[in-house]
């Protein structure tokens, strides 16, 4: 998978995408993760890319042009299947989406700082509007990090553990049991018994009815949705 983002502070993204897990999928070769710096598509003396809004109020917009030349660049050299756009009013971000996302070939990701992008570069090129959640970032940047470790982690290859993905929380929609490692005792707190029966079949349940538990007492919503 290819994905590309375009971004005025690319670097703000430089870190989290190459370590751990993303960086392994990066030199396997499975996830190739690509920076534009939007300024380098501005036609202005000072690198401009942002201008007041028409109609007033506070905050500078991202203008149509130094956009619109990088995107018809990029899409001159290969085809999309998605473009993406990080706004807060875009649509919640959920594993399904991850899920979906992580079959892609290739992927552009927008970054909008400022207020936000012209609406007229959604409206022409915009194929998908994400959030990861209702609160205010300063930009798309570390929205687009979050974006693509989820993605790039489901991309079949990357974990080493196929199964590890599979077992993540939200994955089927319930929250993880407990985990416990060495020690047996840490401080006179113990590991719950049924872990240390070797008894597969027992463990398995127990860490079902665990996730159920948890699932009810904190995000009883997720269970809602499975009715759905
Ligand atoms: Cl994608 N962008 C910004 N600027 N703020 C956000 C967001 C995205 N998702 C949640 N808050």
New binding site residues.
């Given amino acids: 998978m290819r994905i590309d983002i375009v971004s005025v502070v690319p670097d703000l993204m430089q870190s989290p995408l190459s370590h751990s897990i993303l960086k392994r999928a990066q030199d396997k070769g499975i996830l190739e993760v690509h920076l534009i710096n939007l300024r380098d598509f501005s036609s202005k003396t000072y690198k401009q890319v942002d201008d007041y809004p028409y109609g007033g109020g506070a905050g500078m917009v991202m203008m149509c042009e130094p956009l619109s030349k990088c995107i018809e660049h990029l899409k001159e050299q290969r085809s999309y299947d998605e473009i993406i756009y ?3 009013d ?1 649509d919640q971000l959920k594993q399904k989406t991850a899920n979906t996302l992580s079959l892609k070939t290739n992927l552009l990701i927008i970054c ?1 700082h400022y207020k ?1 992008i012209d609406e007229r570069i959604r409206e022409k090129y915009v194929t998908m509007e ?11 940047e570390l ?2 990090a979050v974006l693509v470790d989820t993605i790039g982690r489901l991309i079949p290859g990357v974990l080493s553990d196929e199964t590890s993905a599979l077992t993540d929380s939200f994955q089927d929609e319930l929250l993880s049991p407990p985990i416990y490692t060495r020690p047996e005792d840490f401080q006179g707190m113990k590991v719950p018994e049924v872990l240390l029966s070797g008894n597969d079949k027992k463990i398995q349940d127990w860490r079902y009815e665990q996730s159920l538990e948890r699932t009810k007492k904190r995000r009883p919503d997720l269970l809602d949705n499975n009715l759905e």
């Fill in positions: 990080m706004t807060p875009g909008g936000g994400i959030s990861i959640g209702d609160y205010v970032l300063s930009g798309g929205a687009a």
